[in-house]
């Protein structure tokens, strides 16, 4: 079994940073795709961003491109997105996943955490 744990959430002011964590324990993985979802309330869960198992490539939502950057330390399949000039709109929890059954911005991931609540305050 793997594990995946998110942390770095929290409250800031619009405008401000937060950076995200996640690392996975358990069972080995081997390099695998890892991304980023968040889900705001009464809302679908949402793409935010991801980046191919051996770090190459990066994939980002719309809202996030130019603020959101999403890096992953290779075989330890850690993950962080770093988010600057956060908007409220950002409010949401913010769920990693890891190895990727698809393209890796579809959401099709073997394996999720548990989230982190980030609040963007106006």
């Known amino acids: 079994q793997v594990q995946l744990v998110e942390s770095g959430g929290g409250l800031v002011q619009a405008g401000g940073s937060l950076r995200l964590s996640c690392a996975a324990s358990?069972?080995?993985?081997?390099?695998?795709?890892m991304g980023w979802f968040r889900q705001a309330p009464g809302k679908e869960r949402e793409f935010v961003a991801a980046?191919?198992?051996?770090?190459?490539?990066?994939y980002y939502a719309d809202s996030g491109k130019g603020r959101f950057t999403i890096s992953k330390e290779g075989a330890k399949n850690a993950a962080h997105l770093q988010m600057r000039s956060l908007e409220p709109e950002d409010t949401a929890v913010y769920y990693c996943a890891a190895l990727s059954r698809s393209h890796p911005t579809l959401g099709d991931y073997a394996y999720w955490g548990q989230g982190t609540q980030v609040t963007v305050s106006a």
């Open positions: 980046v191919s198992w051996n770090g190459a490539d990066t």
């Open positions: 358990g069972r080995t993985l081997g390099s695998v795709a």
